[in-house]
């Protein structure tokens, strides 16, 4: 399999398009801009789904269903996300088709009184669902999320990076004090860290968006922010502290302590099947995809090599309890022992397929009481007793998840650039990566250099070093670094 | 709280309504017809799917995701498809609003050059994916099921049970017989039918749609039928053999093992929130929600009786333990030992929210060590010794999942009439219930008696009697009975 994918240094674009299809991630559907999300894509989507919605839930939050649709005059409600929402999307106008003369046709007397949106994000239908919730601080926190499909019109769709609908989970929170929405806020950040490092093996940078930079509708966002392995950078999720300005909106106010009336305080905070592009694009290599373990929905593929149905027959009777053993320790296994493929097919459909860890065994490894065993990430082999064989594969595939995040991190830290004057930062553009420069925190500056060169300021990192510099582009004053790059 | 609810003998459609809303399921959004489904409610519909997921799963079927979207045409492309659903549905005819002097407006230049439909059902888009996903035996079953929302434009709706936006899940399998796909249509069936009666504890009887109340576009409509409290019947799921129909529509045609190329075999069946309406008036009584043991989000809710911080104390101390044995038990317990609230206010809480056992613990209780153990769906009280509690109350969640279970069925056997004449039947149906009546098999009495009753041939029974007898409508020969009923 693995000679027909085009290798990245040959061009990552397609190496990855091509990595989509061959390992039947996601294809294009007959709607512009809509993916299809095959089975073993929404495998790793629903491992992932399964680990943040745990986590989510061990911080106290709780899952909720709400409209599909928003009525077109709630955009209108908060002024500032207008402008970044009601834009590209999808617009509901009719409610009925009829069938004219044979042909299907949207029927005319069927006209919505008022247009409604297709969901681009929900702080809207959701803020005005609250007002009916909230009276009092007994009544805060709110801590909702929804698992849900959302719809932005893009114009230019790549799989899974930016569709024209795609799923996420979507929190919005409720809370009686700025403090405590800004925690809330910190906090799920540091979830969406959390899990982008210990379970996508992917090091990310938390910080917050520039004002230029930030969610529409918000005081603050914060970010994680992927490199991947072409040198740009992906913003993998983000949590917002919106203020009192969708409480303001859509008038949701409490009674306090005291008994005096305030809005409410909010944050709202999303990670999307994006996480797919940034997984593929973080790890995976010219041999096909590589899935860290504890995303992998198969961990480990056993592969018998034998000769006729005798032989068969006996490779069987071995595998049935290490299968049994690895499933003990809570391994996810597939024993592929189908006629109608060869081994060496096999071996290249499931390196394909990103699977961590793969068994072969023979008839000579009967005698022996060995099996070969084969890492994804390194494609390396050795020679493994079967004998306590269980203990050595779940050891294995937490170093196989170590590795990766170290590897990810070494090639992230390899590809950040400290640089000092226009020219260093235009040389470090080019070779991708991260560039950490002096700007002097005007989002002229800021829209200049993103003109100049594509770069935007992916963020200011959190816990920053406060240090006196100059800006690369203007030369003025500056106080800190923050971090540049070419992004998807 | 019980007080405030309406008695189902006073008015039954009152008594749901209170209850969606006091119970904190459910409520009505500001855009027309669709839903907001609150913690309460999804927490209820997240373990009915993490049920069902695990069943489909254990089948041997696997998720993945297909466009919101489907393009007006594919509508007509199967004839009888097109009546059934290219009527009342949300049509998307714009990609883009647009600020015009302070006001969103639609933007007339971005129209869509074909209206998409938001999906009342997924045929269509996915029988023109599974063209390219088959082309030989080889490529055969596709096992597929997607988890998704849908929208149907109802003009008279009702919280969970008829909804203009609900949330279900799809199957839609590809097979290489007829033989094969009608086993899947059966198996499927049968897996609706037990998750029906061991999770939600409600009866079903399993039959078939007579071809009136058959899917648009299936062959042949499987449906499990429940009977609610007040004697109307409810379709709680179905399961439909396509034939070829999408196939042919689609052009998606296999070639067999000896080469020849013929048309893929089709099945489709779901399962949609509105099983939790049917579960509400499955159970529920004139004191609140009832939920089975099995999908009650909370199973066991512990309230303290004390008088102080130090009795407090106390128990919190005696508590701890027991809620860990229960917990080791997988039994899902909440300790709500909140100050602000009076037990009574907390007794009558969780009565209305439905949680299967409530556990009082006193002062006096250390002394005895013995507590109050109550079970929602008797409303009664017994004393249990502290020693072995998390024994009995195992058992005792399993007496009220099956004690839900009998009661439900006595009800239904009870309601359920076996008449001769159509005076007979017109009697049986004012006192509600399923009605078993000689039909002649043709559609025109099905309508007629529609027409003057409002019953509708809810299924043909599988494994139904064959017996000869005269339709209780036209007096006809009739080979068999059939269960009408008023349905929702």
């Not at 002024?79 to 009925?96: I, L, M, Q």
């Not at 198969?298 to 149905?309: F, L, M, R």
Request: glycine residues 6%; hydrophobic residues 40%; proline residues 4%.
């Amino acid at each position: 399999m693995s000679k027909d994918l085009t290798k990245r240094a040959d061009d990552f674009s397609k190496w990855y398009n091509d990595i989509v299809a061959k390992a039947g991630l996601a294809e294009h559907s007959a709607v512009r801009g809509c993916m299809v999300i095959k089975p073993s894509g929404y495998a790793i989507w629903e491992k992932m789904q399964q680990t943040l919605d745990k986590m989510f839930k061990d911080t106290g939050h709780v899952n909720a269903y709400f409209p599909l649709f928003i009525p077109k005059s709630f955009f209108s409600k908060e002024a500032s996300h207008v402008d970044g929402f009601a834009k590209e999307c999808a617009v509901v106008t009719h409610y009925r088709l009829k069938n004219a003369d044979g042909e299907i046709v949207v029927d005319p007397e069927a006209k919505l009184e008022e247009e409604l949106i297709v969901r681009p994000t929900s702080e809207t239908i959701i803020w005005n669902t609250y007002r009916g919730w909230v009276q009092s601080y007994r009544d805060l926190p709110i801590l909702v999320n929804q698992w849900a499909n959302v719809v932005r019109w893009e114009m230019r769709t790549r799989l899974f990076l930016r569709t024209a609908e795609f799923l996420w989970q979507e929190g919005h929170t409720a809370h009686a004090s700025a403090q405590e929405a800004i925690e809330e806020t910190e906090r799920m950040l540091d979830v969406y860290a959390h899990f982008a490092e210990n379970y996508m093996a992917m090091p990310v940078v938390k910080g917050k968006k520039t004002p230029n930079e930030r969610f529409a509708g918000a005081l603050d966002t914060y970010c994680i922010e992927a490199m991947l392995q072409d040198g740009k950078a992906l913003q993998a999720g983000t949590s917002h502290f919106l203020g009192q300005n969708f409480a303001k909106a859509f008038d949701v106010k409490f009674a306090a302590k005291d008994g005096a009336l305030d809005y409410v305080w909010a944050s709202s905070w999303g990670v999307s099947t994006r996480l797919m592009g940034a997984l593929i694009m973080s790890h995976s290599d010219d041999n096909g995809l590589v899935i860290p373990p504890k995303l992998a929905p198969t961990q480990v593929v056993i592969v018998p090599i034998y000769k006729g149905d005798e032989g068969l027959a006996k490779i069987n009777e071995a595998v049935a309890p290490i299968k049994q053993k690895l499933e003990a320790k809570g391994i996810s296994v597939k024993y592929d022992n189908r006629d109608s493929q060869r081994p060496g097919w096999k071996f290249a459909e499931y390196e394909m397929q990103g699977v961590p860890v793969r068994i072969a065994i023979g008839e000579r490894d009967l005698q022996s009481l060995t099996v070969e065993v084969a890492r994804r990430d390194e494609l390396s082999k050795q020679v493994m007793p079967i004998e306590g064989l269980e203990q050595a594969i779940e050891k294995l595939l937490t170093d196989i998840q170590n590795n990766l995040f170290k590897k990810a991190l070494e090639r992230r830290e390899k590809t950040t650039h400290t640089v000092h004057t226009f020219d260093e930062f235009k040389q470090a553009l080019e070779k991708g990566g991260f560039v950490s420069a002096h700007w002097d925190g005007t989002p002229e500056t800021e829209q200049k250099i993103k003109e100049e060169t594509k770069a935007t300021i992916r963020c200011i990192p959190l816990n920053n070093k406060q240090e006196s510099g100059t800006c690369v582009y203007s030369g003025k004053a500056s106080t800190q670094r923050v971090l540049f790059a070419i992004a998807y």
